[in-house]
Nanobody, 134 residues
């Protein structure tokens, strides 16, 4: 059974940093897309960043939302390939949201990674809250 678990959320002041982690277990796929999404109260879930995993080891960033470019970086742990990170710097109040990681393992993975939509991803974590205040 595929499971994703996020951690690392918390409360920070404007301009601060956080690093979110997503630990994946229960599956191996040579190709998949891992996405970070967020959802603020009253708003739709939106994609933040995605990485495309090729051949089970090679990976590269395929999408970063304009609102977080130059501030957020998505990466994958090299020693534990099942762990992904979202490094968030220069946080703003508008970054306040519940953050989720999700995986897409079926269908047109490449295109869902380049133009991510929540409905394309088949497995989700429970989320971790990020609150940014001044």
């Amino acid at each position: 059974q595929v499971q994703l678990m996020e951690s690392g959320g918390g409360s920070v002041q404007t301009g601060g940093s956080l690093r979110l982690s997503c630990a994946a277990s229960g599956y191996y796929s040579s190709r998949s897309c891992i996405g970070w999404f967020r959802q603020a109260p009253g708003k739709e879930r939106e994609a933040v960043a995605t990485i495309y995993i090729q051949d089970g080891s090679t990976y590269f960033t395929t999408y970063t939302a304009d609102s977080v470019k130059d501030r957020f970086t998505v990466s994958r742990e090299t020693s534990a390939a099942s762990t992904m990170y979202l490094e968030m710097n220069s946080l703003k109040s508008e970054d306040t949201a519940m953050y989720y990681c999700a995986v897409d393992r079926d269908g047109d993975i490449w295109n869902s990674c380049r133009s991510p939509r929540a409905k394309m991803f088949d497995t989700w974590g429970q989320g971790t809250q990020v609150t940014v205040s001044s």
